[in-house]
């Protein structure tokens, strides 16, 4: 399961893992505050377990619509049926905000962020690549 933590400011934190600490950076962002995506539950269990979390650092959820033809493995059978049963349906992600879907298609598949500059490109981008992006703010 994929969480998105984000805090108000820039932010760096130790968290205790294992028998060590890790230093974690969280992804600053341009209008203030800062961010980071994961889906290591251990580093999750860390991050929560940290004293700023809940009063500083606050969690998002990612559910990730996944068909069921993606599921199979690369490689597995003749390529060219497989290019002939594509879902013609683009997947859907739901975002909280236009920063955290840029976030998500610059990370995913390497777009600069400047060539996101707005909620269009963003929108325009990710359905380049069979997404279709949902942003619930104003």
Known sequence: MRKTYHAKSELCINVRMGDGYKHIAFIPHTMGGSSLTTDDPQLQSAIE?????????TVEVMREK???ASQSPTGSGNGMANANHANPTPREMTFNSNTDAKDY???????SRT??????????????????IIINSG
């Open 105 to 111: 298609v610059a990370n995913k598949w390497g777009v």
């Open 115 to 132: 060539m996101l500059r707005n909620r269009e490109d963003i929108i325009r981008h990710a359905a380049d690549h069979g997404v279709k």
């Open 49 to 57: 377990q940290h004293m700023l979390f809940g009063s500083f650092i």
């Open 66 to 68: 996944t068909a069921m």
